[in-house]
């Protein structure tokens, strides 16, 4: 009964004490979590690959009939973790004061029901990415904490929120200063002295629980290139640029979809839903057979940059679909892994151009400049890049880029997450302003 013992000592423990014991320990949860889903996510989509090269009809069936059901089994246990993840950790931020509206963007039962609806759409070839609802999955572990702490004002729970968001895409891409800098940049746009201070501790705990039982690793891979040359300005000028346009048309699809998407086809979507996800998955499962793009598309990008594999032209395009289908559909997953596979394909239509002693830059400096264009957040795009691949020797380029496309994207005037939790917060006004 050594475990009682500890919970009489803890409390006892002063209110300071405790809360940063709390903390830790939701930290070391998001880490090991974080962890878990990677390995089932992967082993998801492996079976998916598998089974779609024993039977070539296996998308067909898989990706509908797969997608209603993970559309079933969020209407019955997962409202609210629909999406990527971050743009309602964000939302949770702006309403730290409504406890009552935290809860239906961040709880236990919607880290559960998103670790599964992640891992099933995975398991059923669908584009998306688990790393963006890591996010979501961490700062509802984190927040869900603060029931062992007396403490209950909105700072603290604004603590909370910022730290589990930030240690789950340390943990997801083993990226801790992009967890850091993301919190700083695209969670809380600043950050006081208090919380900063609580964000490392938490970063820091849950990148050791990763590194524990994953070993030092690169998501990507480790690239091997030249330092900066000037020759690299040009061809980054216009990879960046290009990833801008691309990027910010894509983030402009997903706000604006009542600015582009028929009439008929939202009022599909909105009567028959099941039927819509059906045929989303169709058209993915049609394209899959011209073009490896299920999943998060890690795979073919880690064989693009280690220099073991290429990309066709029609990559992107059908890459670009098939994540924009995806994402239509409303089932839960991310766009950070796919939005990086998505810039290894726009460097791929320019390197025919250019020696191929800087291929492999290219494709680094096209996979930062499309982040950052998608999701408008340049810092974290490029430390994420340059942390994933060990590319420390192009860290300039990198940067440039990533500034280059984000500004660009500018030019679509949206802001991806900060407009869906926008959006989020609107839809869960309604039902209150109907009472």
Not at 72 to 98: C, F
Not at 192 to 197: P, Q
Not at 286 to 310: K, N, R, Y
Not at 416 to 428: I, T
Request: glycine content about 10%.
């Amino acid at each position: 009964m050594y475990w009682k013992r500890w919970l009489v000592r803890i409390k006892h423990l002063p209110e300071r004490s405790r809360a940063t014991l709390a903390l830790w320990f939701g930290a070391a949860l998001v880490g090991l979590v974080a962890v878990v889903l990677a390995k089932a996510a992967d082993g998801a989509l492996g079976i998916f690959h598998s089974l779609s090269q024993r039977w070539a009809w296996w998308p067909f069936f898989a990706l509908p009939f797969g997608g209603m059901a993970i559309r079933w089994l969020m209407q019955r246990i997962g409202k609210g973790s629909e999406g990527s993840g971050i743009p309602q950790a964000m939302a949770a931020l702006q309403v730290t004061d409504q406890p009552t509206i935290i809860q239906q963007l961040l709880s236990i039962r919607i880290a559960c029901a998103k670790f599964i609806a992640v891992v099933a759409g995975l398991g059923c070839g669908f584009v998306l990415g688990r790393e963006g609802p890591t996010v979501q999955i961490g700062a509802s572990l984190m927040y869900a904490c603060r029931r062992f702490i007396p403490l209950s004002d909105a700072v603290f729970r604004r603590q909370l929120i910022l730290a589990g968001g930030a240690a789950g895409i340390a943990a997801a891409f083993n990226t801790p200063l992009a967890g850091i800098v993301f919190a700083f940049e695209e969670l809380a746009r600043s950050v006081e002295e208090k919380t900063s201070g609580k964000l490392l501790g938490a970063v820091i705990l849950a990148g050791v629980v990763s590194l524990a039982i994953q070993g030092d690793y690169t998501y990507f891979g480790r690239i091997h290139v030249p330092g900066f040359n000037y020759s690299i300005l040009w061809p980054m000028l216009i990879v960046a640029v290009s990833a801008g346009l691309i990027g910010g048309f894509f983030s402009w699809l997903c706000v604006h979809q009542d600015r582009w998407l028929p009439v008929k086809v939202r009022m599909w979507r909105a009567t028959r839903p099941y039927l819509f996800i059906a045929a989303c998955g169709f058209l993915i499962a049609c394209m899959g057979l011209a073009a490896p793009i299920f999943g998060s598309g890690a795979e073919i990008t880690s064989d693009v940059v280690s220099g073991h594999g290429t990309m066709a032209w029609y990559f992107l395009p059908l890459k670009f679909l098939g994540l924009l289908s995806t994402f239509l559909t409303g089932l839960p997953g991310g766009i950070f892994a796919p939005s990086l596979s998505m810039g290894a394909g726009v460097s791929s239509w320019f390197l025919p151009w250019f020696d191929s002693s800087i291929h492999i830059k290219l494709i680094a400096i096209g996979m930062a400049a499309m982040l950052a264009a998608v999701t408008r957040a340049p810092l974290t795009s490029a430390i994420i890049l340059i942390e994933m691949t060990d590319g420390h020797t192009m860290v300039i380029s990198i940067l440039a880029a990533a500034m280059i496309s984000s500004t660009v994207a500018r030019l679509f005037g949206t802001n991806l997450y900060h407009d869906l939790a926008e959006k989020a917060l609107q839809r869960l006004a309604q039902p209150q302003l109907l009472k």
